[in-house]
């Protein structure tokens, strides 16, 4: 059984055969689909499209016993012809199921002032596909969310109309599926399939960088599109003249349309990402969680979202509510990676310059409130991210105790779980410390 694509409510799963099917349905679909919801947050019908039980040629060659009279032939004829008619049309639907990714939608896409604007040109083309931006190039960082915009698109157009013809494709299928089609003699037939396309979502368009074959049969599909007022989108992890190998051609086509960047996501788009993301999955993540993980991630939104599954993951086999103090276990070996090149020196001048004092007043012994409460942010968060211990810790703030350091601790902590103001101060220099 194979997944060959799904639309906005319908998965379409491909079996072998009839008896298959029924096998299928009887035994595992309420498995299936109960298995899908639990992933995607909502139920889908299933469909199944069935492979050709019997190798065309071999019925081809199948020699006729007997010479039939012509009337018979004729009724054959027709016969022959309905059936490839049948299967042409068969054909066409397999190869309109758009493979479009449902989780991928406008609805869950968190837009922040990273993605603000491919966000609004990929909404502006879904709403009027082929008006004003032709082709959308969306480009940006990995992970960024460009294959989850392409798709959204065309989750939109299609949830608008059921019967736009939608292919959404890597470059890299695009080129296998050339050469497979160039093996079996079949280009005409690869050719006419992205041409009678409403709309064709491209991914990762550098990756036919130096395919010179490919991009020309790219180059001809895109013409062909464009001239019939089609809209084309595509995206890649640079913009057009810096993806080296990319034929000129092609490359000044892309800049015809609309160029729209993805930037990577400050830390607020990252929280809110994560928010979302919980709450798609019905999960209770709190701030403080939240923040922690945001601030713990690259700004690869897959390395994020990976972290919030790990995490969930962990709550739900152990049976406990997420918390930050379980997030710092679960998440040590990963973020531990970024808080270890955090020193004491770094917080202590990191600190210093947001209170506007100087280091060395922060490592003294006056007892004014405006050195004791930055002293002792600056502890604790020394004690947060580094692993210097408490008499490290003591030593490198001018040679104090251990037990001032503990009581440093322990005072900010206890200000930080009722004083939400106070909180955010902490927070904040903790953002400069990972920026
Ligand atoms: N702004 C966002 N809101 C919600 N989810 C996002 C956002 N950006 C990215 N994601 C999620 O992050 C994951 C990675 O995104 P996506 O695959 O779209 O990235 P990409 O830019 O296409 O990466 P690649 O360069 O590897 O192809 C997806 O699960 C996507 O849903």
């Known amino acids: 059984m194979k997944f060959l694509g799904?639309?906005?409510?319908?998965?379409?799963?491909g079996v072998p055969s009839s008896f298959?099917?029924?096998?299928?349905?009887?035994?595992?679909?309420?498995?299936?689909?109960?298995?899908?919801?639990?992933?995607?947050?909502?139920?889908?019908?299933?469909?199944?499209?069935?492979?050709e039980e019997k190798p065309e040629a071999a019925t081809e060659a199948k020699p006729e016993k007997e010479a039939k009279p012509s009337r018979e032939k004729d009724k054959d004829k027709d016969r022959d012809k309905d059936k490839e008619k049948e299967k042409d049309k068969e054909k066409d639907k397999k190869e309109l199921v758009p493979n479009l990714n449902p989780k991928y939608t406008f609805e869950s896409f968190v837009s922040g002032p990273s993605n603000q604007f491919a966000y609004a040109a990929s909404q502006a083309v879904a709403n009027k596909p082929a008006t004003n931006y032709n082709p959308l190039?969306?480009?940006?960082?990995?992970?960024l969310g460009k294959t989850h915009l392409v798709n959204a698109i065309g989750n939109h157009i299609l949830a608008k109309n059921p019967k736009a013809k939608i292919c959404y494709y890597s470059s890299e299928k695009f080129m296998n599926e050339?050469?497979?089609?160039?093996?079996?003699?079949?280009?005409d037939e690869f050719r006419n399939k992205f041409r009678k396309m409403d709309l064709l979502l491209i991914d990762d368009i550098q990756f036919m960088a130096g395919k010179e074959?490919?991009?020309?049969?790219?180059?001809?599909?895109?013409?062909?599109?464009?001239?019939?007022?089609k809209q084309i989108v595509v995206t890649s992890d640079k913009f057009p003249k810096d993806i080296p190998g990319l034929e000129e051609r092609l490359r000044s086509r892309f800049e015809w349309g609309l160029i729209a960047d993805i930037q990577p996501p400050g830390i607020e788009t990252k929280v809110a990402i994560l928010k979302k993301k919980s709450d798609m999955h019905a999960v209770n993540l709190p701030d403080d969680v939240a923040l922690f993980l945001a601030e713990g991630a690259n700004s690869n939104i897959r390395e994020l979202e990976g972290m919030l599954i790990r995490l969930e993951a962990f709550a739900s086999l152990t049976g406990q509510e997420i918390t930050l103090s379980m997030a710092r276990e679960v998440m040590k070996d990963i973020i531990v990676e970024k808080t270890r090149d955090i020193t004491v020196e770094m917080i202590q001048k990191t600190v210093a310059e947001h209170f506007r004092i100087k280091v060395s007043e922060l490592k003294s012994d006056k007892r004014i409130k405006t050195l004791v409460v930055p002293r002792q942010i600056a502890i604790y968060i020394c004690r947060e991210l580094t692993k210097a211990s408490y008499p490290e810790i003591g030593e490198k703030f001018g040679g104090k105790d251990h037990s001032t350091i503990i009581h440093s601790v322990k005072k900010i902590e206890k200000q930080l779980a009722g004083d939400d103001e106070f909180k955010a101060t902490v927070e904040d220099i903790r953002k400069k410390l990972f920026t």
């Open 137 to 143: 190039f969306i480009y940006g960082g990995v992970g």
């Open 213 to 229: 074959a490919t991009q020309e049969e790219f180059f001809h599909t895109f013409n062909a599109l464009y001239e019939s007022h």
């Open 20 to 51: 298959f099917q029924k096998w299928v349905t009887d035994k595992y679909l309420a498995m299936i689909k109960e298995a899908i919801s639990a992933v995607n947050g909502k139920s889908y019908q299933i469909e199944f499209h069935i492979a």
């Open 178 to 187: 050339m050469i497979n089609s160039l093996r079996y003699k079949k280009m």
């Open 6 to 13: 799904a639309t906005i409510d319908t998965i379409v799963l």
